[in-house]
């Protein structure tokens, strides 16, 4: 007689599935101000408590307060705020676009605008991101032009990269975007390698990886934190925890232990979570981790806590494995509300300007809509060259390519 | 041929300051094969260091290491560890170009020993060239001696794209023909294996005639080279040896013009049979040739096995098997 029960697998489900009733209210969130800012130079092991609480700077009253807060003066808030409605108005306009069948897929990043706005703003001209397919807001917060980014999605006869990439898989060195591959966890490594060639040259350009929640169990993830631990890397590596992976929820990556950030301490990176519907606070764990990766103190891993507020992409409809009421229950609120109600209380912004600026911004939306529209969407009007398919395979088209081209007619 | 190899490797290091080697025991001690010996101590371990044993590591690192502006040149310390890698060449290294629309480029080279007749067993035996052949957006380099080694590692090094170079590992100490079980012949007594210390370069995508013949063309690469001119001269056919040095891109004009003038043609790899870089080179030959062949095409290859250990000699297409491949295509119609 065995004494051994049978084993069964576990399996994590999320709490709540459509039908039920969200609710929040026994999660266990940091009250903004309350966790400690440490120095630049504290050692990671010093700081590992810092993987768990979530750090805020705004509270429930929009007030900021604590350690972290009183880093931005009003009006760069206030281009922060236009920089996060820009992206909300474009990521509105092109989701329409695609529902109107002028591109074949979009993807929006409703709810975690905070995130890339923020963090871009911490950056210095030539520093480089590896982004994912949800960090619009690092070209739109660099005033990358918009009707490019739109001429991209429509792969049309003005396409930047002449109709060879997916929708929103933008590339720009100029604005420090690397071109963006739409596999998931790659770039993460390359970011580090970017940042080892920058400390090999003895520059004083930093790289900041994107990866996200459920991209964290590739082993890209690991190679990454391996290689940044062990050379040092001057990079941030950011985790955006949007709660889903397109239908899988965030503890199938992480099974329901610990946090996303604290896979970090067992390489020895400092790593920090923060509040990612908080701009001022993403601004602050930004730019105290891009500082010390910029004074040679080595790599930070940022967890942006947030939600996805919008479905994965144009793809996908949520309703089928999350409650709509979901994100309304998400207690972190939404970035640009918190973000407008932090400056209105301030007395440097008003219900009146915000209306304003909005409309402002949602007009210029529709006009660069229109000036792209008119090289040609998916399937009207100008189109790239079906020769330049042909070009950039190699730095010289080797024979056999090109007499596939020729083959083809062009 | 690691003489070369490293040879190669520190005239780069020399001329570019941008040139990095990192990889698996690469920095201190020099790599397993010794080929990066001496290198850290001359360029500083900044220059020559030893990476974490993780291949989509090594080559996803090189890649953004690439992309900032540094020419790195990696090892996997064998062919057979690639493949936690492959993502990163196929989907990243090999597309970064095209993607971007040539804004970022990964000027990149990943040298990898290859092949069998080490006892290496399954997993230090691989032949994969073809994985990388299949893919748009890389080249594949393998060299058949020292002195090409050299000028093509070098060539390989200054590509603006990146590059795979496989060294066939048999061939690091001497001019294999395939009979194992005769005394190894070094480099130092076979011509090619005569290279000079300074700096030259082989154009990339380039075929060598490595013995002239009017009876029938032989397509072969790496090791397989010198199996080839062993089988010429043990059958007396009159075969043309050509070695590929680059696989892609291919050198079409110097085999189309060397089967048009024998109109036989065998094609030899060490790789496995179904899908190796032998069904490519067959069917250019077939495209191009057709009318000039007075015999059908015969490939001689690994079996579709993994590398075995104990019965290596008998996967491996040495000497006799090429011979009577040539025998038959000999006395076909």
New interface residues.
């Given amino acids: 007689m065995s004494e051994t029960e049978p084993l069964s697998l576990y399996v994590p489900e999320p709490e709540f599935r459509p039908g039920d009733t969200p609710d929040y209210s026994d999660v266990k969130i940091a009250a903004a101000g309350e966790v400690d800012r440490p120095a630049l130079n504290a050692k990671a092991d010093d700081i590992r408590e810092l993987a768990y609480p979530i750090i805020r700077v705004l509270n429930r009253d929009g007030k900021a307060v604590g350690p972290w807060a009183d880093m931005l003066s009003a009006e760069e808030l206030r281009e922060g705020l236009r920089d996060m409605l820009k992206v909300r108005a474009f990521d509105a306009r092109m989701q329409m676009a695609q529902r109107q069948g002028k591109t074949s897929f979009y993807m929006q990043c409703l709810g975690e605008e905070a995130i890339a706005t923020a963090f871009r703003k911490a950056l210095k001209p030539g520093d480089?991101n590896?982004p994912t397919y949800r960090q619009q807001g690092l070209l739109i917060a660099d005033d990358y032009p918009i009707v490019e980014m739109m001429n991209q999605i429509y792969s049309n006869g003005a396409d930047?990269?002449?109709g060879?990439?997916l929708p929103i898989?933008y590339?720009?060195?100029k604005h420090g975007f690397?071109?963006i591959?739409g596999?998931l966890a790659?770039?993460f490594?390359?970011?580090?390698?970017?940042?080892?060639?920058?400390?090999?040259?003895g520059d004083t350009k930093i790289?900041a990886g994107w990866i996200g929640d459920g991209s964290t169990a590739e082993?890209?993830f690991?190679?990454?934190l391996?290689?940044a631990s062990?050379y040092r890397a001057p990079v941030v590596l950011n985790i955006v925890n949007n709660q889903w992976a397109i239908s899988t929820f965030q503890g199938i990556a992480r099974g329901k232990a610990a946090t996303f950030a604290s896979r970090g301490l067992g390489f020895g990176i400092p790593s920090l979570r923060v509040d990612g519907n908080d701009y001022l606070a993403v601004y602050a764990v930004s730019k105290w981790a891009i500082d010390r990766a910029r004074q040679g103190l080595g790599p930070t891993l940022i967890e942006h806590v947030t939600y996805r507020a919008g479905a994965h992409s144009t793809s996908d409809d949520p309703s089928a494995y999350r409650p709509k009421e979901e994100s309304d229950a998400w207690p972190l609120g939404d970035p640009v509300e918190r973000l407008k109600t932090h400056l209105i209380g301030l007395g440097e912004w008003s219900e009146e300007r915000h209306t304003q600026t909005k409309a402002e911004i949602e007009s210029k939306i529709v006009q660069a809509q229109k000036e792209a529209e008119s090289h040609g969407t998916l399937h009207d009007g100008d189109k790239p060259l079906v020769r330049d398919m042909f070009e950039?395979?190699?730095?010289v088209t080797?024979?056999?390519?090109l007499a596939q081209r020729q083959e083809a007619g062009y | 041929m690691i003489k070369a190899v490293n040879s190669a490797l520190d005239n780069m290091m020399a001329r570019d300051e941008k040139v990095v080697i990192f990889g698996e025991d690469v920095g201190y001690f020099g790599g397993v094969f010794r080929c990066t010996e001496g290198l850290q101590e001359k360029y500083g371990a900044q220059r020559c260091f030893d990476s974490p044993i993780n291949e989509s590591g090594i080559i996803g690192a090189a890649i953004g290491m690439a992309a900032y502006g540094m020419r790195p040149c990696v090892e996997i310390q064998f062919a057979d560890y690639m493949y936690p890698g492959y993502d990163q060449l196929t989907q990243e290294a090999a597309r970064i170009r095209y993607r971007s629309d040539h804004d970022f480029t990964a000027p990149m080279t990943v040298r990898m020993p290859t092949g069998g007749g080490i006892f290496g067993g399954q997993t230090h035996s691989q032949s994969p060239e073809a994985l990388f052949a299949h893919v748009s957006g890389l080249k594949t380099v393998i060299p058949s001696n020292p002195y090409d080694a050299k000028g093509l590692l070098i060539a390989s090094i200054e590509d603006n794209d990146p590059v795979i170079f496989l060294e066939p590992k048999r061939l690091y100490n001497g001019p294999f023909d395939g009979h194992h079980d005769r005394p190894i012949t070094p480099w130092s007594k076979h011509e090619l294996g005569d290279v000079p210390e300074d700096y030259y370069s082989i154009p990339l995508g380039k075929a060598a005639i490595r013995r002239e013949g009017a009876d029938v063309t032989v397509l072969a690469y790496g090791t397989m080279v010198y199996v080839a001119e062993t089988a010429a001269e043990e059958t007396g056919i009159d075969a043309e040896v050509i070695d590929l040095r680059t696989i892609l891109p291919y050198d079409l004009e110097t085999i189309q013009t060397s089967v048009e003038k024998t109109g036989r043609c065998v094609i030899v790899h060490e790789a496995t049979k179904t899908c190796g870089f032998g069904s490519e080179l067959m069917s250019l030959v077939q495209e191009n040739c057709f009318y000039h062949l007075e015999a059908p095409i015969i490939r001689v290859t690994g079996y579709d096995t993994p590398y075995p250990h104990a019965h290596e000699w008998e996967y491996f297409p040495g000497p006799a098997r090429v011979g009577e491949a040539l025998k038959k295509v000999m006395e076909a119609a």
């Fill in positions: 480089m590896f930047p990269l002449k060879r990439q898989m590339s720009s060195k690397f071109t591959s596999n790659t770039q490594i390359q970011a580090v390698g970017w940042a080892m060639g920058s400390a090999i040259a790289a082993s890209d690991h190679s990454a391996v290689f062990c950039d395979v190699f730095e080797p024979p056999h390519l």
